[in-house]
């Protein structure tokens, strides 16, 4: 993809993130480098699975545009969009606590 295709303007972003949180946003993707971010979409959109993981957590959010949450997930955060670690951090953390505990600490 083209370098122009990574410069969304803010209310085109924000509604694909799904965030109320503009400024951050904004600030972020001001911040982050074209030539990582196309790495990283390549990257997922190239992404070959070759190993099942056996104790894998999925948490999704029910409004993420970007990766949408789907059935198989163990956790679907309500309204969570792309932008749930920041606009969702207290039920995230919640739930990654709760999945941490289940595990023995050496």
């Known amino acids: 993809l083209p ?8 209310p085109i972003a924000s509604f694909a993130f799904q ?21 990283a979409v390549n990257a997922i959109l190239n992404w070959k699975n070759e190993q099942k993981l056996e104790q894998l957590i999925q948490i999704g959010g029910e409004k993420d545009l970007i990766l949408p949450s789907n059935k198989n997930m163990n956790h ?9 670690i920041v606009d ?6 919640a ?8 595990f023995e600490v050496l």
């Open 19 to 39: 965030t109320k949180n503009k400024k951050l946003l904004s600030a972020i993707i001001k911040d982050s480098e074209v030539e990582f971010t196309k790495w």
């Open 76 to 84: 679907i955060i309500k309204g969570g969009g792309h932008f749930m």
């Open 3 to 10: 370098s122009l295709c990574f410069n969304i303007p803010t």
């Open 88 to 93: 969702k951090a207290y039920e995230l953390s």
């Open 95 to 102: 739930i990654l606590n709760q999945e941490l505990a289940k």
